[in-house]
């Protein structure tokens, strides 16, 4: 089971199509939470996520805004989409409903 912050941030990194930076995931769930989320608390969690083959990064493109920097771009994985239609799935049986992710274009 994963944590809620956990699948907030695979669906984050599920709609980056495999571009997803750091800052971008920061972003969007600061928007979802209606509050700041920290930047440690986002890359604890992809770091965490990376650690349980979740999700995979690679290094982007330097950017000369970032001082030359490489950005890490963030893409879901098969077993991070597995462990994001399990976590909806079971939300979903709790609140009194069934079903899958499948809205979202993860399984058929």
Known sequence: MIS???ELTLFVVLRGSG???ASEVQAALSEAAKKEQ???SV???LDRLSDKKLVKWRKGEPDRRRGGRAPRLY???GAGRKALD???R???IAAGG???IAPWGVLP
């Open 86 to 88: 399990e976590a909806v």
């Open 19 to 21: 571009s997803a930076t």
């Open 38 to 40: 920290s930047f440690g």
């Open 75 to 77: 893409e879901i994985t």
């Open 43 to 45: 890359f604890t969690t």
């Open 4 to 6: 809620k912050l956990e």
């Open 98 to 100: 069934s079903g899958s």
């Open 90 to 92: 079971a939300t979903r």
